[in-house]
């Protein structure tokens, strides 16, 4: 699948000064950009929260506050309309350095352009690609996007549990400072799929899998997912992106829950630029939501062994190795006491992770299972990294994910 990437790379900038114009000139595709955000977006729907994916959006501004992992002397921006079935009309968008809430700091505020132009398109099925903007952008810096479209933008792609805050109001109010005029909000990001910097020899991570690389039930606006965490861990060094999609699936469709694994790797991991490794954390839903009553959310929901998720894991090696990237497998997770749990479907996790660890056909593993079992019940995990639900991290949870992650495996 080679998807429409849209936007014009008009070059290489030398300077780290906001506001002056480049000085020389780099060929697109040059490889010196690289993704230092990212999100895995999923088809407009009523997902696990309350949303505006189906409603979208008209004369209506949505302001989004990202947290780049790495930094670059300019930057660009990617959005995304791969669910979309006709074109959606951006009226104008602005990048600015992120205040508190809805605000964003005075003095900040840049407007992006599209080939040159402050309005553009973002065709159905495809992508559009800001052209660079002369920001000098740091490591672990917050970022907000505000986009406004004046006309109609009908449903949108988005991803649904960003479990960050975005923000809405009515009119034009991209180039506002303060946060008064936006009045609403939800915990989703809309269109936006990624921001790149010019950073020259940077190589970033991809952290590919469920909720639980998703970071759900960490706190809200708190940046403690465990991608955030192993960002930390690289002080700012190399990129590293999230691609969790809540209760995604390695070998099923869901109309909430995102495309399958297999189905999206190429575009969540393979696609994204400067990417030199990645972390494969999914499964544990295949298992939980086996012989579950299907429906119009959760799609169909077919018993699923462990050999036909290790013939989903061997389908991602491949992909990744095919493409120079350097694969990572994490083992799954402890879920015992959740809903989800059965002797039977702890049986296949148990095999799915001595396969993990033993068989050689990753690059490397991450025992996450061992990281955060409870010594006493290896099947359970431990309290003190328990959300509650008894299958999702809390923030201690997610950081002790990242502590165990060996830095130079990846």
Not at 61 to 76: K, M, P
Not at 102 to 108: E, H, Q, Y
Not at 163 to 180: E, I, K
Not at 211 to 223: P, R, Y
Request: charged share 20%; hydrophobic share 40%.
């Amino acid at each position: 699948m080679k998807r429409r990437l849209l936007g014009l790379v008009l070059g290489v900038v030398t300077t780290a000064a906001i506001g002056t114009a480049p000085t020389a000139v780099a060929a697109p595709d040059s490889g010196l950009w690289t993704g230092t955000w990212a999100t895995a977006v999923q088809q407009p729907s009523i997902g696990i929260v309350p949303n505006w994916s189906e409603a979208g959006f008209t004369d209506q501004s949505v302001r989004q506050v990202v947290r780049v992992a790495s930094g670059g002397v300019s930057a660009r921006v990617r959005l995304s309309n791969d669910y979309g079935d006709q074109a959606v009309r951006l009226t104008g968008a602005t990048v600015a350095r992120a205040g508190e809430g809805a605000a964003v700091k005075p003095g900040s505020v840049r407007e992006l352009r599209f080939h040159g132009a402050r309005s553009a398109e973002i065709p159905a099925g495809g992508e559009l690609r800001s052209d660079p903007l002369p920001l000098l952008v740091a490591p672990l810096e917050e970022l907000t996007i505000t986009l406004y479209f004046r006309e109609p933008s009908g449903p949108v792609t988005s991803h649904l549990n960003a479990n960050a805050t975005s923000f809405r109001a009515s009119g034009d109010h991209r180039s506002d400072t303060a946060a008064t005029a936006f009045t609403e909000s939800t915990a989703s990001w809309y269109l936006l799929s990624g921001v790149e910097v010019l950073a020259p020899g940077k190589r970033g991570v991809v952290a590919f899998g469920d909720s639980i690389t998703e970071g759900a039930l960490s706190t809200v606006d708190a940046d403690n997912r465990y991608p955030d965490e192993l960002a930390e861990r690289f002080g700012g060094k190399r990129p590293v992106l999230n691609a969790g999609i809540g209760g995604n699936r390695v070998l099923t469709d869901s109309t909430c829950l995102g495309e399958k694994a297999t189905a999206r790797f190429e575009r969540d991991v393979l696609e994204q630029p400067g990417v030199r490794s990645v972390i494969i954390l999914e499964g544990i839903n295949d298992i939980g939501m086996s012989a579950f009553p299907p429906d119009d959310c959760l799609g169909a929901t077919p018993w699923v062994s462990a050999a036909d998720l290790i013939a989903g894991h061997r389908e991602l090696i491949k992909q990744a190795k095919a493409a120079g990237i350097r694969v990572i497998g994490g083992t799954l997770t402890p879920f015992k006491g959740s809903f989800y749990y059965s002797d039977e479907r702890e049986a296949v996790r148990d095999e799915v992770n001595q396969w993990i660890r033993t068989s050689g056909e990753y690059d490397a593993v991450v025992d996450f299972d061992r990281a955060l079992a409870d010594p006493a019940d290896q099947d359970t995990m431990l309290a003190a990294y328990d959300s509650g639900d008894r299958l999702h991290p809390n923030d201690a949870g997610y950081h002790a994910m990242a502590a165990v992650v060996d830095m130079k495996q990846l």
